[in-house]
């Protein structure tokens, strides 16, 4: 049995049957080949697995991909656009705010998501935003460095 | 003179990582895969007396059942003890039993649970000094029966490592010493958790019996070798395609989704399987830091000498070794810290238990012993009345010194690594009560790492028709931002821009042999057979130029892909020089091999120059602590890292490395904490195994000390180890600054906090 979601993702708007058992997770990187969407956990832990959903963070591994109908998605692959990576992006490539890069999808999400709502969020804000992403690399110095860049605030 | 080495060059992998392009281990998918699944075991010991795979056979979509009779060889790299699914006993609760493959994850899934599994259970042992008694259950009763290197083991016990270290005479030293500091400090297990799960695909050629694997390591070539001991087959018969690694931290080395990738491929008709571990399923079942008991005793003299130490290092391999052996050894010489002490007697014993398996973990015993030797350098310090800075600078290596086996170092840092941390941190200063609940503390410790020796790197560097330069190595980009350093000395060593430079992904059918991706030993040893190989390039177009211009071509210079005269004038660019001669078709390749003697065990004959390390790394840390007396817990508020790195190649990947070594080490010393029960670990979540978010991220002051090696690629060393271990024990020290509390066993948590600071107080009444 399948379910037919109507959704837009990254600005593309497309029809799509699905098995409704499957997370939205697993439809983006299984699905849609959208494989930039992480898994680090598949319950909810780590925050690898961010995706926009109507603007906001949502941990795509807790979400059914029917909760992907009528919603307006963006995923990494979708931020960059005419091979000008976005200003959060270039920021983290600016500073160095990655070392593997696994959680860096997540994290260039939330921040996009982040700056969109506030512009000029202070620390401690941009570390409220970023707490529900795991970074085992420790990257969380430059990552910060490189929110606050985006801000102008940063020396 | 330099273009990119010492530069903040941006990564190379920047753009494919920010944009989600990167492909990792678990990103690959071929046309027909499979998927596997894994049958564990619940219990911590049990004799396997029946494996019923009846009803999964039927299950819908099923393609194959392997089981440990299918594959009874055992690996291993310093004790052959393992097998890839056991065999006729389970010794840990999470040892592979059985695997299927099934067209889906969720068929798999669910066919493993329809195999039935009948286990008698026997006695285990869970607890590392139980397993150290006469009639301690034995986890390999067959011990003495295995392949093993050259290290000692006591047969018919759970002792798999014995190795000890002497020199001079400690007893008399404890007889002169004014003081003698005795202590049991202990280091508990931790958890990796690489964000990445371990995952592998694996393809099998029932024609040729060759396997390829894609997979996520950092050490490719051993991989492949354990691998092929548990296959029984020879290296070449396996080839490993490596993709990004999304972290490893020393896990990702033995075989654990591979091996029961590998298996399961054998019986799929030539289908693809991939097996990807649950995060529960890492957590239990891969690998774990080697935790450690330590006693350490150490005479002083009144001015705070130390002119003698005994260590009695007590290791947990858990269930097999794995890379535990070479841990139990380096670690418990680095249990000496970085100090002139004349007199040593060092025993360190790694017995088997009945739990998950134990191995390589950022700084390869480094961050146990740390914890142990700076512990007690605070208690010294303040029981002689001596500032804890100053007895290390008294105490400390400096250049010119002889190591433990008599080698002289060279490129010692240490104790400017020391001042720069004292004097960021503001040593001496401090606001003690921010708040009536609220007390502030500072403190300080040290470090000392060595390098894996011997050890070999080989590379290949190509330069091709249009300029572009392929640096063709195994050397798997981790997140170390490895791949961008070693780009950056290949442009310099070869002449031309980084951004024609390219490091291609591992292929160990195509890339030359190297040793692991550990031990920061990759920028010291793959740089210099880059250096090496990327001068022979140049020297080799110079040739070609010199022919051209019709001048000799010792006169002639290349850099940033110009060919320059003997004044610096630019003669000609190196792609159209390259079009003059040859155009397309062109290729030129030179070959550079780096390759360090000797052997981690310190037993120099007199006279005999032993290289024991090819190199050492330095790291002090200075913490500024908050401790809740309340509540007990602590907040980390600043932490002053500093690094003798040799060169930085890349400062800004040094601090990488640096301030990620510090996040680590503050989730290591006061978060991680397992939950351990006979053997069986409860607390398998994320959720409940608490990892640093940034939100528990201290200011860090990443400090840069460059001592340069004269031996090494540009002076560089490494830095990759050592930034975590220095970490806890600053906190703990700074913790002894603020409340006059010391926990001497790790993690330092709460609920260990209150009941210190309550038994302080009732001590003080």
Known sequence: MTIRIDTTINGDRMEIDVDPTLTLLEVLRENLFLSGTKEGCGVGECGTCVVLVDGEPVTSCLVLAGDGDGANLETVEGLAQNGELNEVQQAFVNTGAFQCGFCTPAMVLSATALLRDNPQPDEEEVKKALGGILCRCGAYPKILEAVIEVTGEGA | ?765
């Open chain 2, 1 to 765: 003179m330099t273009t990119y080495v010492g530069s903040r060059v941006a990564r190379v992998d920047s753009v494919d990582k920010v944009t989600g392009h990167a492909v990792y281990g678990v990103d690959v998918a071929l046309p027909g895969m499979l998927h596997g699944a894994v049958v564990r075991s619940p219990h911590p010991h049990a004799r396997v007396v029946s494996i019923d795979i009846s009803a999964a056979e039927k299950a819908p979509g099923v393609k194959a059942i392997v089981t440990g009779k299918d594959f009874p060889q055992l690996f291993g790299s310093a004790i052959k003890d393992q097998p890839f699914l056991a065999i006729d006993r389970v010794r840990y609760v999470g040892d592979p039993v059985a695997a299927v493959a099934a067209t889906s994850e969720r068929e798999a899934q669910y066919a493993r649970d329809l195999i039935k599994v009948v286990y008698e259970e026997l006695p285990a042992v869970t607890d590392m000094r139980l397993a150290l008694a006469d009639d301690a259950p034995l986890v390999h009763p067959d011990m003495h029966t295995y392949q093993r290197g050259g290290h000692d083991i006591v047969p018919h016990t759970n002792v798999n490592t014995l190795y000890r270290y002497e020199r001079g005479d400690v007893e008399t030293a404890f007889a002169e010493a004014d003081f003698v500091f005795e202590g049991e400090y202990s280091a508990h297990a931790l958890s990796h958790v690489a964000l990445e799960v371990h995952v592998a695909v694996a393809e099998y050629d029932e024609y040729s019996g060759d396997y390829t694997l894609w997979v996520s390591t950092d050490r490719p070539f051993f991989l492949r070798d354990d691998l092929a001991g548990g296959l029984g087959v020879d290296g070449s018969k396996v080839r490993l395609k490596v993709a990004q690694v999304g972290g490893s931290f020393g896990a990702k080395g033995v075989p654990i989704a591979e091996a029961i990738a590998a298996v399961l491929a054998r019986k799929t008709n030539g289908r693809p399987v991939k097996v990807e571990l649950t995060r529960e399923e890492c957590l239990i079942a891969s690998q774990l830091r080697v935790p450690a008991i330590m006693k350490l005793k150490t005479g002083v003299t009144k001015d705070g000498l130390m002119i003698g130490r005994s260590a009695d290092v007590l290791w947990d391999s858990g269930a097999y070794t794995a890379y535990t052996v070479g841990v139990a050894i380096r670690g418990s010489q680095t249990i000496v810290g970085p100090y002139r002490i004349p007199n040593l007697k060092i025993l360190s014993r790694q017995v088997y238990t009945n739990k998950g398996i134990t191995g390589s973990y950022r700084g390869y015993g480094t961050t146990q012993v740390t914890w142990a030797c700076e512990s007690q350098m605070d208690e010294i310090a303040h029981e002689l009345g001596i500032d804890p800075v100053e007895l290390r600078l008294q105490n400390g290596y400096e250049e010119g010194d002889s190591y433990l086996n008599g080698q002289i170092m060279h490129g010692v840092g240490l104790k400017e690594t020391v001042e720069v941390a004292r004097d960021e941190i503001g040593w001496g200063s401090i606001d003690r009560q921010p708040a009536p609940h609220l007390r502030r503390g500072k403190g300080i410790a040290t470090m000392i790492k060595p390098t894996m020796t011997p050890s070999s790197s080989n590379v290949v560097i190509n330069l091709g028709g249009d300029a572009s330069v392929q640096v063709i190595c195994a050397a798997p980009e981790i997140g170390s931002g490895q791949d961008t350093v070693l780009a950056q000395m290949a442009a310099d060593a070869v002449g031309v821009p980084i951004e024609d430079v390219s490091v291609p992904a591992t292929d160990t059918a195509l890339t030359p042999y190297n040793g692991p991706v550990a031990s920061s030993r990759t920028t010291y040893h793959m740089g210099s057979a880059i250096v090496s190989a990327g001068a022979e390039i140049k020297e080799k177009v110079l040739a070609l130029a010199g022919d051209f211009f019709g001048v000799d071509s010792e006169y002639l210079e290349m850099r940033d892909g110009e060919i320059l005269d003997e004044d610096g004038e630019r003669l000609i660019g190196l792609k159209d020089l390259l079009a003059k001669f040859h155009g397309e078709g062109f290729s030129l390749t030179a070959g550079g091999r780096y390759s360090s003697a000797g052997s981690p065990l310190l037993k120099a004959d007199p006279g005999e120059e032993w290289i024991s390390s090819i190199f050492w790394m330095f790291c002090t840390q200075a913490a500024e602590i908050e401790v809740d007396t309340e509540t007990g817990a602590i907040r980390v508020v600043k932490v002053a890292a500093s690094a003798d790195v040799g060169k930085a190649i890349n400062p800004m990947t040094c601090e990488q490395q640096i301030e990620g070594g510090v996040v680590m080490g503050v989730s290591n010393g006061i978060l991680e904490d397992f939950k351990i029960d006979n053997g069986r670990i409860e607390n398998a979540s994320l959720a409940d195994y608490k990892v640093a978010t940034i939100q528990d991220s201290p200011e860090i002051v990443p400090i840069l000390v460059e001592s340069i090696h004269n031996e090494a690629p540009y002076g560089a060393k490494g830095i990759g180890e050592p930034a975590a271990a220095a970490t806890p024990p600053a906190i703990g020290n700074a913790l002894f600054d603020a409340v006059g509390i010391r926990i001497p066993d790790l993690p330092i948590t709460p609920e260990k906090v209150l009941d210190a600071l309550a038994a302080k107080e009732a001590e003080d009444l």
